[in-house]
């Protein structure tokens, strides 16, 4: 069973801050890593995804991958409260569907 | 219309009710997929489409049976569920299966078996 785990939180952050949010994962084999966002009662929103090995950033979110450990990150800079929502990482390997983690709740408060 | 489109919103049957959920992609996607996102739970995938042949049956029950007319419509039939099944399904569209470029996710279906 390929894994991705996340710690569900919920992760607090004042406003303004940085939010750092963390995901591993099983498979060494995995290729392509993706976060999405969750509002409640809302579907997933795909917000950045990273292929190779470092950082790459977008705005105010920057994923950050490190194969050799395993695991995926995503960096909110200034954080709002309109950022308060879960965050789904998810990971996939050759031919195969996303599988992803339970997701990380954030709350930004104000 | 434009992305993901799922039908109904809500959904609320027996348990010997037959119903089903419809999925519409408008972004020339090849690849479709139904998602199963229960409380707690991390999102389980159900079915994989790929140009409209089915390449993955995630052990899902015979209850849930799905079908995919072309690469622009996905169906779930539902049929005998029972309690455990009330959950949010989701339906997405990839360009490839791999999903590169990650998936587009429908609003979903929210469905209570009572």
């Known amino acids: 069973q390929k894994e991705v785990e996340q710690n569900s939180g919920p992760l607090s952050v004042p406003e303004g801050a940085i939010a750092s949010l963390n995901c591993t994962y099983s498979?060494?084999?995995?290729?392509?890593f993706f976060w999405y966002r969750q509002y409640s009662g809302k579907s997933p929103e795909l917000i950045m995804f990273i292929y190779s090995n470092g950082d790459k950033e977008d705005g105010r979110f920057t994923a950050q991958l490190n194969k050799a450990s395993q695991y995926v990150s995503l960096l909110i800079r200034d954080s709002q409260p309109s950022d308060s929502a879960t965050y789904l990482c998810a990971v996939t390997y050759s031919g195969y569907a996303l599988n992803f983690g339970k997701g990380t709740s954030l709350l930004v408060t104000p | 219309e434009t992305g993901v489109t799922q039908t109904p919103r809500h959904l609320v049957m027996g348990m010997t009710n037959k119903k089903s959920l419809k999925c519409e992609q408008h972004l020339g996607h090849n690849a479709m997929y139904w998602y199963k996102q229960s409380a707690k739970k991390p999102l389980e995938l159900m079915f994989v489409y790929n140009f409209k042949e089915q390449t993955e049956n995630n052990s899902v029950p015979s209850r849930f049976s799905p079908e995919c007319p072309n690469s622009s419509h996905l169906f779930l039939h539902l049929h005998t569920l029972q309690p455990e099944d009330s959950a949010l399904y989701l339906c997405?569209?990839?360009?490839?299966?791999?999903?590169?470029?990650?998936?587009?996710f429908g609003s979903g279906t929210r469905l209570t078996v009572v």
């Open positions: 498979d060494r084999g995995s290729q392509s």
């Open positions: 997405a569209s990839s360009q490839a299966r791999t999903g590169e470029g990650g998936y587009t």
